[in-house]
């Protein structure tokens, strides 16, 4: 037994419009959307009455993806503490390979995402940084140089 690939990251968001803009502005594109409820849903997430609206994205290389839903019912529940720091339990961030950081930084920066530390050069290879997004994901970013 083993597995195959990993297919998708979710991530639940209060508002599905901005999270999807934040995302297509980082340059993912737009696979579907759909509204999702019914008994399946109901047993598979281990709720009762789900009825989500999910928009998927995949990275413009085809092989990453990203679920982001929006819970009508039952109503979604915050985690604590809000806007986390990264060395909280749990998941923290999504990194993605960019080829302009400071354009990908000023993009993002116009739809209210703030820059968590700085932007840093780890040796001659990469320059990184964290910006926190909506519902206060924290998105990686990596400029690969030379």
Do not use: K
Not at 22 to 38: K, T, V
Not at 43 to 70: C, F, K, N, Q
Not at 107 to 118: K, Y
Request: net charge negative.
């Amino acid at each position: 037994m083993s597995i195959q690939r990993m297919d998708h990251v979710g991530v639940v968001v209060g508002d599905l419009e901005a999270a999807v803009a934040f995302f297509l502005d980082l340059g993912m594109e737009l696979e579907g959307r759909a509204p999702i409820e019914g008994q399946w849903v109901d047993r598979v997430s281990g709720l009762e009455g789900v009825r989500v609206d999910v928009a998927m994205l995949r990275t413009p290389d085809g092989h990453g993806r990203l679920e982001l839903t929006t819970f009508h019912s039952p109503e979604a529940v915050s985690a604590a503490p809000q806007n986390a720091p990264g060395n909280t339990l749990g998941l923290r961030s999504i990194m993605f390979a960019v080829d302009d950081i400071d354009a990908t930084i000023a993009a993002l920066q116009s739809r209210g995402a703030e820059l968590v530390g700085d932007v840093v050069q780890y040796q001659d290879s990469y320059r990184l940084c964290y910006v926190r997004g909506p519902e206060g994901i924290i998105v990686a970013l990596a400029e690969q140089l030379g």
